[in-house]
């Protein structure tokens, strides 16, 4: 899997805009990632809880340009409007 996840980061190595020239269709999404406490340890479960655990997920934002496939993927510092809009706006 790992070989993968390499071959697919690796791409074209130009950094070009998404949706090309003619402004083809790209969409674009964000979510909210953490570890799943279910699986964790109750020593582990218990600590983050404590810690205030609902504030340290980490947004990712991702965007995929339907018509060449690329996707591109990054840490936002949070979802708000300008945020989202500023990072949208360098990509494509």
């Given amino acids: 899997m790992l070989q993968r996840i390499r071959e697919a980061m690796k791409g074209s190595g130009t950094m070009t805009k998404l949706g090309g020239s003619d402004g083809g269709p790209v969409e674009v999404d964000e979510t909210f990632v953490s570890p799943n406490t279910r699986k964790m340890h109750s020593d582990k479960r ?15 934002m ?24 500023n990072a949208i706006l360098d990509q494509v």
Avoid at 46 to 60: D, M, N, P, Q, T
Avoid at 62 to 85: F, I, Y
């Fill in 62 to 85: 991702g965007m995929l340009d339907r018509e060449s496939r690329q996707v591109r993927a990054q840490v936002v510092p949070n979802v708000k409007h300008e945020t989202l809009q």
């Fill in 46 to 60: 218990l600590r983050l809880k404590k810690a205030e655990y609902a504030g340290s997920k980490a947004i990712v």
